[in-house]
């Protein structure tokens, strides 16, 4: 039987992986996310998407959370994981 026991650790290295994949993917399809934006300048139908993921403590984040620092296209975001109950 599996372990229900999953670390944010855990989380951050599989979530790190996904976005790393998405930006060597070459993603096809952005018809779905440029109809649901189509007012908004964010976002054209040909764009390619250029992602880079760091872990928090690869990137220098100063916290003691787990979580990602992800760049899309020079924008940065920060993503963090933490465990509710």
């Given at each position: 039987?599996?372990?229900?026991?999953?670390?944010?650790?855990?989380?951050?290295?599989?979530?790190?992986s996904y976005f790393q994949n998405q930006?060597?993917?070459?993603?096809?399809?952005?018809?779905?996310?440029?109809?649901?934006?189509?007012?908004?300048?964010?976002?054209?139908?040909?764009?390619e998407w250029e992602i880079d993921t760091?872990?928090?403590?690869?990137?220098?984040?100063?916290?003691?959370?787990?979580?990602?620092?992800?760049?899309?296209?020079?924008?940065?975001?920060?993503?963090?994981?933490v465990k509710s109950k």
């Amino acid at each position: 039987m599996k372990s229900n026991n999953v670390t944010a650790s855990a989380i951050e290295q599989m979530l790190e992986s996904y976005f790393q994949n998405q930006a060597s993917a070459d993603i096809k399809d952005y018809d779905e996310c440029y109809e649901q934006n189509q007012d908004s300048d964010e976002i054209s139908k040909s764009e390619e998407w250029e992602i880079d993921t760091n872990s928090f403590h690869d990137a220098g984040v100063l916290t003691r959370d787990a979580g990602l620092v992800v760049k899309i296209n020079g924008q940065e975001f920060q993503i963090t994981i933490v465990k509710s109950k």
